[in-house]
């Protein structure tokens, strides 16, 4: 990816609410225009808070933001133009029709009615024959549809989702990372916060780490994995042993599947891996290899790594 | 300015009536009909004249006021207080929009339907009584700034309450009591000396006066006085307003 202007420029951002919880403890990020940015980290690590002070929602305690050079607080209008968030609880007021609460979402950010492009929105989000049910008829998934539409109807280049797959089915899910596709496509920049793990590795560029109120790490998502990610060797035996061989001892192996399979752990980070050594011990303890496997952790692991490193 | 804004908020507050029609105005209208039926007819028949104006008529501007008051304060807190507790605040907090703009349009969305009310109870009081209105100008005048001031009032009481208890308090336990002593029903004259002097101090009185002049040229206050309370009124709600939302008072942590 090219290094241009960033979209979005948070600098020294803290929040402290009027309960004393420091929710957030300076938070510097640079956000590149058109990139897919997953914020990854457990309940209550400050993402929300973040979203919701870049939004307007939340007033910071200190720091600045920008978005697209603008300060939000200064030039707020043009910021808040930009922006479309879509929140993590299903808020939806309960006597309204969904294509008129859509378009009022339109109106709010200030751009002039368009029937077309609010119909052809709900269409693409499923919800063209749901355009005159009352919004409390809706299902959950139904609703969070509705939320993203709202979220897009103005057109924005910049789309929040806090934690959008939530509660939400296979089908939803899987029909939201197909308009995260798309919206991606057009230039739109994406920052999600998630707590699944499997979501920020499935469609992010880059994964900033929360937790506590810091960004603890922010990485491409390959680098970190490549940075962090601890790799495994697992051997397939021929004869199933029952207790590992002293000579292997300092390996720290795990023995599985009745002995027919040994787990090495080892860091990727590392010039020397200790692989060829323990081969060659294995075969000193006269053991035969019938297959060898190594496999990447997933970022949930090093998301653990990461936040235990912390803690 | 973000008219289209203004324009979404004023239009989904709007059509909130239409969906609620039988309890935003058939509601206020048949209770205010009863009151002419119970006051004006029935009992009314038996008082004599007050201040040279018919019975059933004198209460016209009275029954006016306690519905503009009541209903200008129950929808606006109401408008505001409902995405609060709904949650669905959130998106005009996050619309590149002033808190001046939300108050135009929630706050011009409750005028609005306040007055249509009143126009409305004016009809209907047409079937009861026969009546004039001697100062047209400064009725409507009265009939104008009650409706934005209350408004206000109710959007601050809205903003303030975070339950439905806080949110039903002041209308029922501080407006209606001012609204029925302040002489909506009857002439400060009509009390005792003490009672006089003591119903000074309720703001309502001053409005309802003025407003009984506009129609019938007998007020217990002086006009102006009339006028100028009502002004004050209006500023200070603009000014709590104005600091409510300086400070993000229960919007924005």
Redesign the interface.
């Known amino acids: 990816m090219t290094e241009s202007a960033p979209i979005i420029s948070i600098k020294g951002l803290t929040k402290t609410?009027?309960n004393e919880h420091q929710a957030l403890k300076g938070i510097d990020l640079d956000i590149r225009e058109g990139e897919i940015l997953a914020l990854l980290g457990p309940n209550g690590a400050g993402k929300t808070t973040l979203i919701s002070a870049i939004?307007?929602?939340?007033?910071p305690s200190s720091g600045t933001v920008t978005v697209a050079g603008y300060d939000i607080i200064k030039d707020?209008?043009?910021?808040?133009?930009m922006?479309g968030?879509v929140?993590q609880?299903l808020?939806?007021?309960?006597?309204?029709r969904v294509g008129?609460t859509v378009?009022?979402?339109?109106?709010?950010?200030?751009?002039?009615p368009n029937a077309k492009f609010i119909d052809d929105l709900l269409d693409e989000l499923t919800l063209g024959d749901k355009k005159d049910n009352m919004v409390q008829q809706l299902s959950g998934g139904m609703k969070r549809r509705v939320l993203i539409a709202?979220a897009l109807s103005h057109e924005p280049q910049i789309l929040f989702l806090d934690e959008p797959t939530a509660g939400v089915d296979v089908e939803l899910r899987k029909d939201m990372w197909s308009i995260v596709e798309r919206l991606r496509q057009s230039g739109v920049t994406i920052i999600l916060t998630t707590h699944y793990i499997e979501e920020a590795e499935e469609i992010a560029d880059r994964v900033g780490v929360i937790a506590g109120g810091e960004l603890l790490e922010l990485e491409d998502k390959k680098t970190l994995m490549e940075k962090l990610g601890k790799k495994q060797l697992v051997v397939e035996l021929k004869n199933g042993i029952n207790t590992i061989p002293s000579e292997l001892g300092e390996y720290g192996l795990e023995l599985a599947n009745d002995g027919l399979k040994l787990t090495y752990t080892f860091d990727a980070r590392q010039e020397r891996t200790g692989m060829t050594t323990l081969l060659t011990s294995l075969s000193q303890a006269g053991l035969v290899v019938t297959d060898l496997n190594t496999r990447q952790s997933s970022l949930e692991d090093i998301f653990v790594d990461i936040v235990k490193a912390d803690a | 300015m973000n008219t289209q804004a203004v324009r979404a908020i004023y239009t989904a507050e709007m059509r909130r009536t239409r969906n609620t029609l039988l309890q935003s105005v058939a509601a206020p209208v048949i209770s205010t009909a009863l009151y002419f039926v119970v006051f004006g007819s029935a009992i009314g028949s038996r008082i004599e004249s007050v201040d040279g104006v018919a019975y059933g008529a004198f209460i016209v501007p009275g029954l006016m006021m306690l519905s503009l008051l009541t209903q200008s304060i129950s929808n606006a807190s109401f408008g505001i207080f409902f995405p609060k507790f709904t949650g669905t605040i959130y998106e005009v907090m996050s619309a590149p929009i002033s808190f001046f703009e939300i108050l135009i349009g929630y706050v011009g969305a409750a005028a609005t339907k306040s007055m249509i009310l009143g126009v409305l109870i004016l009809i209907t009081a047409t079937f009861f009584v026969d009546l004039r209105i001697a100062h047209p100008f400064w009725m409507l005048g009265f009939f104008l700034l009650t409706c934005v001031s209350f408004s206000l009032f109710g959007f601050i009481i809205g903003l303030w309450a975070d339950n439905f208890e806080k949110l039903q308090l002041i209308p029922s336990l501080v407006i209606t009591p001012l609204v029925f002593l302040g002489g909506s029903f009857y002439s400060v004259d009509m009390l005792p000396a003490f009672w006089q002097k003591i119903s000074l101090l309720n703001p309502v009185l001053y409005l309802i006066s003025g407003f009984r002049w506009s129609f019938f040229e007998v007020s217990d206050v002086g006009v102006g006085i009339s006028l100028s309370m009502i002004l004050v009124f209006l500023l200070v709600c603009i000014a709590i307003v104005w600091i409510m939302f300086k400070t993000g008072y229960k919007l924005k942590p």
């Not at chain 1, 939004?55 to 007033?59: I, N, Q, T």
């Not at chain 1, 808020?91 to 309204?96: I, N, Q, R, W």
């Not at chain 1, 378009?103 to 709010?108: N, P, Q, Y």
């Open positions: 609410y009027d939004c307007g929602l939340v007033s707020f209008r043009k910021t808040r133009e922006i968030l929140p609880e808020t939806l007021g309960a006597f309204e008129n378009a009022f979402s339109r109106g709010l950010f200030g751009k002039a709202k």
